[in-house]
């Protein structure tokens, strides 16, 4: 392609799109917009291409499990998912696997999952009991990690029990998530999230239920999965059923410190669009109604596709959110979509959506991705749903629990495989990313960069 | 499903359940398989992800939770089909008898081993349906099982199960389905019975609520391919008047109500019907009426004196009127509370 092709890039308008910004958007909105909405954070970020071996090097992956996965906060569990003493869950992350424990004293611990006899792994799954015992020998510890029991003892005379607690990791708590780090020497968690709990005030993540939990296995390296995710650039390419009412190519994207953020908004047709598109076929296009049929939900003649989209997500959550009438029309339908380094990521306001990305077992081209809906509730708490496992061939609609997403990930699963394929083969060197739209894939490596000592 | 290309302007429009007809806005066509892989027509190139979509399941049902009953995502046309009408006979006059509609038909009825639940099941099975039915003593299940068997050449499907215990209770109902080759009417009468206390409300909400709940949803695979589904709810005059004592009983009936008018709203467009059966006073033989009867005569005495009629209902009274409005005969009425109570309440009928 000659230079020639591409048209010089305009100016006037910042490094972001032309036409309507998303603070423009909560100005016509119907209340007034809560002050998280109003915060605005790009910044300099010097990534702005990296090299193909990040996804395809085994060597690289390497690196990764010395540098990000051993040294990094990241989410293991749900609070809920160990509400007793004794409940424990796994979590596996590049072949290793951590136990994370509620002791007797109802304290959350976290243990690296392997007997110190002979190394077999504790627990192969999540439950309750009084004790870790470990199936191969029988070596007990009780819920705080300190040896109990061990058959034979007269024949380990040179086992001292102090010597053979098991090792913890570190345990942090915010928003009802558990978080783990295996670097003894790592900053507290509050000081790693930063402002993150400030912007999650309005929307409190603690007080929610997990209504569905979907694991896959993706035929992709992690960061290609989760990147895949991160911005609202592919819209044009890969959902184009959505243009007519989504601010994809305005979304605004912000980053702080060890967070980034993406607001892509609902009911606004697309600045690819030359001729916008009316009210009612913004709200189609998210129904995705029909041509051949009538349209599952009109908008009212004096009302805007926003506003009615407003009223109508206030009406379906005023039974799970005291707080419901304060929402702003944003809040009840925009895509607030968080980003917390290297791999989790909670959706504000009440979208429910939360993912994690993870390399699958110890491998640089497998991904395990998961999606969790995090739902409001009011009065008992319902009870967590189990994780539906999918595997590599296996379609996203076959998780019925997700609803209509499962169609848009469907979409999304469809380019990624060939990512994969064509980084493998790929002649040329590095990808690159787009300046605005891609702000926080470049935030991701920036941090990835720095933690490596780059 | 027909969807325009917001960008190109191509019509799109699912043909099977791996085709796409795709036609560009300058008039050429061509069919697609995933992946816009192209199999005929002039048009040769068609974008992927919009074939995806367009090929996506059940986009109103996974949004809405209802179907629109579009001909092309149902597979049947839209709304409540008329359903047919199998036998006819001639009265003496010459004209037709009105019919029910429910020779050959299918239904299931929950504790129906005894009381009103026994007498819909022999009512459906005297009206020439084939009945599964459940209940949680074994005994009283067999005899009922024998009385039904009794009654024509009709297939009966019984075992015992707790609707309460909720994979069970699905289990008992698809494998009925499957037993008797599909299922047009699901009758929830199942209660957890009126008692004081927290265990009440629990049992209340396992048993009446969450009976109802699940079996709607282990039939409705049955019910959608019928053109005869129907559903009903037995609830309670305690849902609607204040009987004396505040109890889960009361409030768990009154959520029948509501959940049925919900129902009867989302499987409209599926072609299933929901209707609720509110029963006053009903006597018979090992009710609880008997025993309050013998144990709280003061009681039965002042409920006898609020029955319109100066009688108390018998259980094969609320079947007629539950067979009815489960059957084919009654094809327009969908979120409708028959109160049968002999004039037992004394609020306006609005």
Known sequence: MTSAALPHVEAGHGPRSPGLSYQDLLDADTRPAPEVLRLQAARELPVVRVPIERYTSQAFHELEVEKIWKKVWQFACREDDVPEPGDHETYEIAGMSLLIVRGADRRLRAFHNTCLHRGRALKDHAGRSGELRCPFHGWTWNLEGELQELPCRWDFPHVERERYALPQVQVGVWGGFVFINMDPDCEPLESYLGDLPRHFTRWPLEKRFKEAHVAKIMPCNWKANQEAFMEAYHVVGTHPQLLKGIGDANSQYDAWDNFSRAITANMTPSPHLPDGASEQEQLDSLLSASLDGDPPMRVPEDMTARAFLGQVTRMQLQASVPSVGELTDAELQDSFYYSLFPNFHPWGAYNRIVYRFRPFENRVDRALMEVLYLSPYRGRKPENAKTTWLDIDEPWTNADELGSLANIFAQDSFNLGRVQDGLRGAQHSHVTFANYQETKIRHFHTLLDRHLGA | ?350
């Open chain 2, 1 to 350: 499903m027909k969807l325009r290309h917001p960008l190109s302007g191509a019509i799109y429009t699912k043909h099977g359940d791996d085709r796409v007809l795709v036609e560009s806005a300058d008039g050429q066509s061509g069919v697609f398989a995933p992946g816009a892989r192209h199999l005929r027509g002039a048009l040769r190139e068609a974008d992927p992800h919009m074939i995806g979509w367009v090929l996506s399941p059940d986009m109103q049902d996974r949004r809405t939770g209802t179907s629109r009953g579009n001909a092309d995502q149902a597979g049947r046309p839209p709304g409540v089909g008329l359903p047919k009408l199998r036998t006819t006979t001639r009265n003496k006059k010459g004209r037709q008898d009105m019919d029910l509609g429910l020779t050959g038909r299918k239904a299931l009825i929950t504790a129906a081993s005894r009381g009103i639940g026994l007498a819909i099941a022999q009512t459906f099975a005297d009206e020439g349906c084939d009945v599964a039915i459940c209940a949680r003593g074994e005994s009283g299940l067999e005899a009922a099982r024998k009385d039904l068997e009794g009654r024509g050449d009709l297939k009966v499907f019984a075992r015992a199960v707790d609707v309460a215990e909720g994979e069970a209770f699905k289990g008992f109902i698809s494998d009925a389905a499957e037993a008797l080759g599909g299922l047009d009417i699901y009758v929830s009468n199942a209660s957890g019975g009126a008692g004081p206390g927290e265990q009440a409300w629990q049992a209340s909400f396992d048993v009446d609520v969450m009976g109802a709940v699940r079996g709607v949803e282990a039939a409705l695979p049955a019910l959608e391919a019928t053109d005869a589904g129907s559903v009903v709810f037995i609830s309670s005059t305690a849902a609607l008047e204040y009987l004396g004592v505040p109890q889960a009983y009361n409030a768990m009936k009154a959520a029948l109500i509501a959940h049925a008018g919900d129902l009867s709203q989302a499987l409209a467009p599926k072609g299933v019907r929901v209707n609720v059966i509110t029963p006053g006073p009903i006597y018979f033989e090992g009710g609880s009426w008997e025993m309050i009867k013998q144990a709280m005569p003061e009681m039965y005495k002042g409920a006898l004196a609020q029955c319109a009629i100066g009688r108390m209902g018998a259980p094969e009274e609320v079947a007629r009127a539950t067979v009815f409005l489960a059957s084919p005969a009654a094809s327009l009425i969908t979120g409708a509370n028959l109160v049968c109570d002999g004039g037992f309440t004394k609020r306006m009928p609005f």
